[in-house]
């Protein structure tokens, strides 16, 4: 997995040629955001740039900024899954591309949230690839509940996740029920699965009655009863962390965080940020017109 984010491609500004025009996308860089943007060299391949998204906080270690949320949906059979944005046709460069982007909560949600760390190369990023959108039960889970009672690919349903109230993972206090999941990553090769995190919790209601810059972003992207979910691709050097599910976090004061343990990151899910990076392109050639 290559750490591109170091050196950022700038691809320049977009009209949109069919659609929503997006005027956000480029526009009013977030809070707090670190990001190395201006950072331009020639641009290559489709999509990508200074994009602004919402994350969950990065609150110690090396990580240079927080990791995208994916706005949650349910499907009338309970089934969990991850909103993708609209697929739309755009002017970039002189040339027609795809991107997917959406407004959402006062947000510009996009596709582009999620080109970092070689994902931006995944069959499952395309704009318009046959990708299901529900979340689908991880391999090799940290949780024992997940691996006792789920197999892999087994989609995430909200039945799952009923005794989330004081659930006890092994670290940490009591609350919240977290799962790993695969995100638009069916059929694909193992290298371009798409990790996500997926949590139940009481702190998710709480954090949905906040207000703010990002309240009603927030109300947008999770659940009336708790349900919250990121992309699970540590900014630093893109490993996966988890939630409450390695006892070295206690070690670093992150026994109730999402912790990384390649070099102790540690994000805090309950805290969400507008944030600002130079999304990768994906590879020349795709999604063109
Ligand atoms: S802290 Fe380095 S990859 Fe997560």
Known sequence: MADNDKYPTESGRRRFVKGVVGAGVLAGVGSGAAAAIGTATDPTGAGG?????????????PAPRGMPVI??????????????????????????????ETQLGGQTYSSEWFQYCGIQTYAGIQPDADQENTFFSAADSPYDWQNEELSEG???????????????????TPGGKPAMANWRSQDVEGSQTIPVQVIRSQEVIEMRQQGGPLGEFIQAATTEDGFMAWLDKCTHFCCVPAFKAYSDSTRFGAANDVYCQCHQSVYD???????????????????GE
């Open 49 to 61: 740039g200074i994009t602004e998204f919402v994350g969950i906080e990065n609150t110690e270690g």
């Open 154 to 172: 087994d989609p995430l349903n909200v039945s799952q996740f009923e005794d989330y109230e004081g659930f006890e993972t092994g670290v940490g």
């Open 269 to 287: 899910p309950y805290s969400w940020i507008a944030s600002s990076f130079v999304a990768l392109p994906r590879p020349e050639g795709d999604g």
């Open 71 to 100: 706005p949650i949906q349910i499907a009338d059979n309970g089934d969990i899954g991850g909103v993708w944005p609209e697929v739309q046709t755009v002017e970039e460069q002189g040339q027609e591309i795809q991107i997917a």
